[in-house]
T-cell receptor, first 106, second 114 residues
């Protein structure tokens, strides 16, 4: 069993839909990160959180430390949101989930 | 600099040759990480530098891989006697401190071993 598990692996949505990507982890962490990787490989850090909830534009990230679970939400999704979203947890290094491939169709 | 800079952006090399990949982290970031991502795969940890501490090399896949970080800044990842399975995107990331700050990733070096 991977230390960081994401679901779903693939997600296709229509423009405007509300999207949720889930991440569960099984190890102790100091922080959880949500990353975005576009085709071509560049990785952008979206959020780092250790408790509660953070919001940036249409993106919202939540974490429940007791349940070892985090969610990434995208409101009013747009085709430019199409990317791989990666959950990662940090101790001394980042441990990555396998990623969720999101495709938003116009 | 303003971001994490990696060079070269692309490298094609013949099997058996040595390659050096460079990472220039954000100024003042004490933590530096190397990861690699093979085609269609997730990110794999390679090595981690934190300040003047001994690096965490536990992710290096073989003794053909080594890395240095000179003066607490620029890092070089060296792969000796490259093999086709070394083909991947090699990503560098830096952070202000271990774990508790966000990471900034470089745009990676795409290595192709032919």
């Amino acid at each position: 069993k991977n230390e960081v598990e994401q679901s779903p692996q693939n997600l296709t949505a229509q423009e405007g839909e509300f999207i949720t990507i889930n991440c569960s982890y099984s190890v102790g962490i100091s922080a959880l990160h949500w990353l975005q990787q576009h085709p071509g490989g560049g990785i952008v850090s979206l959020f780092m959180l250790s408790s509660g909830k953070k919001k940036h534009g249409r993106l919202i990230a939540t974490i429940n430390i007791q349940e070892k679970h985090s969610s990434l939400h995208i409101t009013a999704s747009h085709p430019r949101d199409s990317a791989v979203y990666i959950c990662a947890v940090s101790g001394s290094r980042l441990t990555f989930g396998e990623g969720t491939q999101l495709t938003v169709n116009p | 600099g303003a971001g994490v800079s990696q060079s070269p952006s692309n490298k094609v090399t013949e099997k058996g040759k040595d390659v050096e990949l460079r990472c220039d982290p954000i100024s003042g970031h004490t933590a530096l990480y190397w990861y690699r991502q093979s085609l269609g795969q997730g990110l794999e940890f390679l090595i981690y530098f934190q300040g003047n501490s001994a690096p965490d090399k536990s992710g290096l896949p073989s003794d053909r891989f080594s890395a240095e970080r000179t003066g607490g800044s620029v890092s070089t990842l060296t792969i000796q006697r490259t093999q086709q399975e070394d083909s991947a995107v090699y990503l560098c990331a830096s952070s202000r401190d271990k774990a508790n700050y966000g990471y900034t990733f470089g745009s990676g070096t795409r290595l192709t071993v032919v």
